[in-house]
């Protein structure tokens, strides 16, 4: 049976008959990257889909990005250019980037056009991205995999802000040319945007990094690159689902500028008016849900909702949630503590304020012990969304700037 979020299902009660009658029917998976267009067959006009401009580049499209952004750098001379005859040049390749084997295949072939002789060419890269390569349709290219742990793989470049030594990998210290490739999305790990440091550097520098100020790690960041010689960059600006929205290269600190700013565009979103059901994804990163992200996506969405609204988040959420957040998320909200602002107290009013639904890889009863109701199929999604109006529907919620005009 499934069970009725904080006791408020409204008229979304027969949600638990309907998936009896379904049961024999084998169900689709609720599963986000799937459900995003068939939900769109259901929506009334009533509806409101702010992102619905957001096209994710892929096949031809992206290649020709990728073209278009190497061939024309900003404030840069071509990506050929870039090196001398016989140079050695390193690609750092930051892990997450998209489409890596596409935009690698097209930097082969831009930097070696019309060279008398060729340059060395290496890709500096972690042991995962480099697994999901297939370096045989790239014979020009020798691959060097980062272990942060390997200390015979570093040099020393500089002296940090706190005086604490700069140490890059080996490659990167004896490049002619440094070209970093990485992505940019809203979520950077400690505010990181750039593709070198400390991504390619000892895991001791990775654990003084964590520990200084934004300021701090930001000077040390321009100071590596400056040391390095690194004028060129590659970024793509990822939106909803880690999708490719654009491909940018040319001078570096353009380059970071530029998908800064468009990452902002991406990511603010403007409601015109609340919603009587709120349906949000969590999709970037499957691997890494977390509770966390869950928690974010209902902060993030519940200015928009009616009163008592519905809010369903649909995620690949692999395990129950940690000791603490189940705790918020079950017991008795203390009166002391309703006036905290922490993610845990806020977390634990929208679920008394709300009926809540997950999808997830969670199983029923683990879903419904926590107080949430179970979603499995997108028909039963589907139940929800026709019985709304004004229904509101938002990808990766948990990394949306949200704003109700």
């Keep these: 049976?499934?069970?009725?979020?904080?006791?408020?299902?409204?008229?979304?009660?027969?949600?638990?008959?309907?998936?009896?009658?379904?049961?024999?029917?084998s169900p689709s998976p609720l599963i986000a990257r799937d459900w995003t267009r068939p939900l769109a067959e259901v929506l009334s006009n009533g509806w409101q889909e702010p992102q619905q401009h957001l096209n994710a580049l892929t096949g031809e499209e992206l290649r020709g990005a990728i073209a278009q952004a190497l061939e024309h750098p900003l404030d840069y001379p071509g990506l050929a250019e870039l090196a001398y005859d016989g140079d050695c040049v390193v690609i750092a390749l930051q892990a997450a980037t998209k489409d890596s084997q596409t935009l690698l295949r097209a930097i082969v072939e831009q930097l070696n056009r019309g060279r008398e002789e060729p340059i060395s060419l290496t890709l500096l890269t972690d042991?995962?991205?480099?697994?999901?390569?297939?370096?045989?349709?790239?014979?020009?290219?020798?691959?060097?995999?980062?272990?942060?742990?390997?200390?015979?793989?570093?040099?020393?470049?500089?002296?940090?802000?706190?005086?604490?030594?700069?140490?890059?990998?080996?490659?990167?210290?004896?490049?002619?040319?440094?070209?970093?490739?990485?992505?940019?999305?809203?979520?950077?790990?400690?505010?990181?945007?750039?593709?070198?440091?400390?991504?390619?550097?000892?895991?001791?520098?990775?654990?003084?990094?964590?520990?200084?100020?934004?300021?701090?790690?930001?000077?040390?960041?321009?100071?590596?690159?400056?040391?390095?010689?690194?004028?060129?960059?590659?970024?793509?600006?990822?939106?909803?689902?880690?999708?490719?929205?654009?491909?940018?290269?040319?001078?570096?600190?353009?380059?970071?500028?530029?998908?800064?700013?468009?990452?902002?565009?991406?990511?603010?979103?403007?409601?015109?008016?609340?919603?009587?059901?709120?349906?949000?994804?969590?999709?970037?990163?499957?691997?890494?849900?977390?509770?966390?992200?869950?928690?974010?996506?209902?902060?993030?969405?519940?200015?928009?909702?009616?009163?008592a609204a519905p809010i369903v988040i649909c995620s690949q959420l692999k395990r129950t949630p940690p000791r603490e957040t189940r705790a918020a998320m079950v017991d008795p909200l203390p009166a002391a503590e309703k006036k905290t602002v922490n993610k845990l107290v806020q977390l634990r009013q929208i679920l008394s304020d709300h009926p809540v639904f997950l999808s997830s890889n969670l199983t029923q009863a683990e879903v419904e012990e926590i107080g949430l109701g179970y979603l499995a199929a997108t028909d039963e999604l589907h139940r929800l969304a026709e019985k709304s109006t004004r229904g509101l529907f938002l990808r990766d919620a948990h990394k949306c700037q949200i704003s109700l005009k």
């Design 1 to 25: 049976m499934n069970c009725t979020p904080s006791g408020k299902l409204g008229s979304f009660s027969t949600v638990a008959q309907d998936r009896k009658r379904s049961m024999s029917q």
């Design 127 to 307: 042991p995962f991205t480099a697994s999901q390569l297939d370096l045989t349709e790239l014979p020009e290219m020798s691959l060097a995999i980062h272990d942060p742990d390997a200390e015979n793989q570093f040099s020393c470049l500089a002296v940090g802000v706190n005086d604490q030594p700069l140490y890059v990998h080996r490659l990167l210290f004896d490049a002619d040319v440094v070209i970093p490739v990485g992505c940019l999305g809203p979520q950077q790990d400690l505010g990181l945007d750039d593709c070198i440091f400390p991504v390619f550097s000892r895991r001791d520098n990775w654990n003084s990094f964590r520990e200084q100020s934004e300021n701090d790690r930001r000077e040390d960041v321009r100071h590596v690159n400056d040391q390095l010689g690194t004028f060129f960059a590659i970024q793509q600006v990822l939106g909803p689902g880690d999708s490719v929205q654009a491909v940018l290269a040319g001078e570096r600190q353009t380059v970071l500028e530029t998908a800064r700013k468009q990452l902002k565009r991406e990511w603010a979103v403007n409601v015109s008016s609340t919603a009587d059901l709120v349906v949000a994804t969590i999709e970037s990163q499957t691997t890494e849900q977390s509770w966390d992200d869950f928690a974010q996506a209902l902060i993030n969405v519940v200015p928009c909702c009616d009163v």
